[in-house]
C-alpha cells in the first residue's frame, strides 16, 4: 500500500499494510528541532494553532498552513499531513510565553452576534490559496484538511457563562451561534470536498478530562443536529477530536457520520474498552501520550509506550497511532524522533 491507501483503509475501519502512522499537528519550534534547520513554509505555531482570533469590528480570515511540513514528516516517516483551514473565533485573546490564548468569548448578546460576520467559505481567492496548498503537497503523503465544524467555535467565541446563560433565558442565543458556525462549514466543506485531498479532522472539543462540558441531554438538544447538518457535506472519511472523556455520545458522535475519534487520551477513556466496544464502529487514532511520555519520558519509555499501543490497538485493524493531543513546544524533538522509530520497528504487526 501506499501512505494514502494505508491511512484511508484505517479510517474505514480495515486492514492495512503496517499500522499507519501521524500527528495532529508538530509546532514549527519542535519541527525545527527535529530537522536542525530553520521553516520557512506555513505551518502550526502557538500563534495560529487556533486560527484568527479577534473582535466584531475587525476583518476576520483564514489562514491556510501546514500541520507538518513535509520535511519533517519524511524524516519521520509519516504517513500524512495536513492543512488547516479553521473558522476565525470572536474572542479576547492574550499572547503568552508565543501562544495564543484565549480568555473571553465576544458573542454574548444577540447585538453580539448580528455584528459578527464570517469570511466568505465561497470566496475564489481563499479557494484558490486551499487548492494551490493541496496540489503542492499532495503525492507523498495522504493528505487531511483540519477544520471545525462548529462545536468549539461556538464555545470559544461565547464562552460557557454565555451558554449558560443562553439556555437559562431561553434567549435563542446558543443556538444562532451555532447555526453560524455549522452552516458556514457546511459551505466550507462542501467546497472543500471538491478538491484532491484523502481525509477531514474536525476539531470539537466538547470535554475536559474528567467528563464533558456539558450534559449529553445539552450536546443533543443544542449542539448534535448543527454538527450532523454540517458534517453532511463531508465526502471523505473524517475524524471527530475532542480531549477529554466523551464517552457518553460516542453513538451520537457516529450518527453524525465520523468515521474515526482523536486523540483517546491516556487519562480520560480506557482505550482498551474503546477498542473492545468501539474498534468495529470507530477507527482509533491517537494516545501516545504526551504529558509524560513525549514530554518528560526517556527513549526507552517512548520506545515501550509504542509497542504496547500498536499491540493493544493494532489488532484487527482501525488504529492508527498518533499523538494524545498534538505535539506542542513542552515535548522533546529526541522524543518524537524516538518515538517515529519505535513506529517503524513495531508497526508490522499485520
Known amino acids: 500500500m501506499d501512505?494514502?491507501?494505508?491511512?484511508?483503509t484505517a479510517l474505514?475501519?480495515?486492514?492495512?499494510d503496517v499500522v499507519p502512522y501521524m500527528y495532529n499537528t508538530v509546532t514549527k519550534e519542535i519541527q525545527e528541532r527535529i530537522i536542525g534547520e530553520q521553516i520557512s513554509e506555513p505551518t502550526i505555531t502557538g500563534l495560529n494553532m487556533t486560527g484568527w482570533l479577534g473582535g466584531m469590528d475587525e476583518t476576520p480570515q483564514i489562514f491556510p498552513i501546514l500541520s507538518t511540513v513535509p520535511k519533517v514528516a519524511q524524516f519521520l516517516g509519516m504517513d500524512a499531513i495536513q492543512i488547516q483551514v479553521v473558522p476565525p473565533l470572536f474572542v479576547e485573546h492574550v499572547i503568552a510565553n508565543d501562544e495564543a490564548c484565549v480568555s473571553a468569548g465576544l458573542l454574548t448578546s444577540p447585538g453580539a452576534l448580528q455584528k459578527a460576520k464570517l469570511p466568505d467559505p465561497d470566496d475564489e481567492q481563499l479557494m484558490r490559496s486551499i487548492a494551490d496548498l493541496i496540489d503542492r503537497y499532495k503525492g507523498d503523503f495522504a493528505l487531511g484538511v483540519r477544520v471545525r465544524l462548529g462545536a468549539s467555535s461556538t464555545i470559544m467565541s461565547m464562552?460557557?457563562?454565555?451558554i449558560a446563560y443562553s439556555m437559562a433565558d431561553e434567549d435563542g442565543l446558543l443556538q444562532g451561534v451555532v447555526?453560524?458556525?455549522?452552516?458556514?462549514?457546511?459551505?466550507?466543506?462542501?467546497?472543500?470536498?471538491?478538491?484532491?485531498?484523502?481525509?477531514?479532522?474536525a476539531f470539537d472539543d466538547i470535554a475536559y478530562t474528567t467528563g464533558m462540558m456539558f450534559s449529553p441531554k445539552v450536546f443533543r438538544d443544542y449542539f448534535k443536529e448543527g454538527l450532523r447538518n454540517a458534517a453532511s457535506a463531508i465526502s471523505k472519511p473524517w475524524i471527530f477530536h475532542s480531549d477529554g472523556d466523551y464517552s457518553l455520545v460516542l453513538d451520537d458522535i457516529i450518527e453524525i457520520g465520523a468515521n474515526a475519534i482523536h486523540p483517546i487520551e491516556k487519562e480520560s477513556m480506557d482505550f482498551s474498552w474503546l477498542k473492545?466496544?468501539?474498534?468495529?464502529?470507530?477507527c482509533l487514532v491517537g494516545n501516545l501520550d504526551i504529558d509524560y511520555t513525549l514530554s518528560k519520558g526517556t527513549v526507552e519509555e517512548v520506545d515501550a509506550e509504542v509497542k504496547a499501543r500498536i499491540d493493544e490497538l493494532g489488532v484487527g485493524g482501525g488504529y492508527i497511532i498518533a499523538d494524545s493531543n498534538s505535539i506542542p513546544n513542552f515535548c522533546k524533538a529526541e522524543n518524537v524522533i524516538a518515538m517515529s522509530k519505535a513506529v517503524h520497528k513495531y508497526r508490522g504487526i499485520y
Open 12 to 16: 474505514k475501519g480495515g486492514v492495512p
Open 179 to 201: 447555526q453560524m458556525y455549522t452552516s458556514w462549514s457546511k459551505r466550507l466543506l462542501k467546497n472543500l470536498c471538491e478538491m484532491d485531498f484523502d481525509f477531514v479532522w
Open 276 to 282: 473492545a466496544n468501539y474498534g468495529d464502529k470507530l
Open 159 to 162: 464562552g460557557m457563562e454565555a
Open 3 to 8: 501512505k494514502r491507501e494505508r491511512i484511508t
